[in-house]
């Protein structure tokens, strides 16, 4: 079985702070992918990453940067945390077109 | 502009009936569509897949229908158990290997 782990399940961030939410993937994929998800609007690409040190905007990257130094290892990072960021965000990585997610981070920016 | 979408934001059924839910889509480039299944506070794990090639695709309970003249898919799930009760997404492939999804649709199957 594929494991995909996300780092935290629950954030509670300021306004301004950096804030960093991690994902380890275990089956050596090399596409990985960063989700939010907020009602109504399904689940909406922010950043992707096909191999270690690359990486492609999605949908709606502003706000948003990632890192993939590691082929298991893909980081999303809020440079400074917006009230607007305040959702689920989810991991994922990919084989052929099955995605394979994490069990996602609920972050709140208060 | 929302390419995947899911019009039916929640559906309740009884146990034992047949659970519909539908998603249109506007690419028609997409080639390939599948449905996620979402428990809360857990991520969504992938339930079954079509290819743009086919009509239908079965699994088990789930069948997975495709018009692609009216652009629209549909699960099917018979018969509903109260274990199905979740957020159901369904997504598409498009260029570049990317995954478009809906808003998702609140399944309640009540005992």
């Known amino acids: 079985d594929v494991k995909v782990t996300q780092s935290s399940r629950y954030l509670v961030k300021r306004t301004g702070e950096k804030v960093f939410l991690e994902c380890v993937q275990d089956m050596d994929h090399e596409n990985m992918f960063w989700y939010r998800q907020d009602p109504g609007l399904g689940l909406r690409l922010i950043y992707f990453?096909?191999?270690?040190?690359?990486?492609e905007k999605g949908d709606i990257p502003e706000g948003y940067s990632v890192s993939r130094e590691k082929k298991e290892r893909f980081s999303l990072i809020l440079e400074s945390a917006s009230t607007n960021q305040t959702s689920m965000y989810l991991c994922?990585?990919?084989?052929?077109?099955?995605?394979?997610f994490g069990q996602g981070t609920r972050l709140t920016v208060v | 502009d929302q390419q995947v979408k899911q019009n039916s934001p929640s559906l309740s059924v009884q146990e034992g009936r047949i659970s519909i839910l539908n998603c249109d889509y506007t690419n028609s480039m997409f080639d390939y569509f599948l449905w996620y299944k979402k428990y809360p506070a857990e991520g969504p794990t992938f339930l079954i897949s079509i290819s743009s090639i086919k009509d239908k695709n079965e699994d088990g309970r789930f069948t997975v229908f495709l018009n692609k003249s009216a652009k629209h898919l549909s699960l099917h799930i018979v018969p509903s158990q109260p274990g199905d009760s979740a957020v159901y997404f369904c997504?598409?492939?498009?260029?570049?290997?990317?995954?478009?999804f809906g808003g998702g649709t609140r399944l309640m199957v009540k005992p």
């Open positions: 997504a598409a492939r498009r260029a570049g290997n990317m995954l478009t």
């Open positions: 994922a990585s990919r084989v052929q077109g099955r995605a394979f």
């Open positions: 990453s096909y191999d270690v040190k690359m990486k």
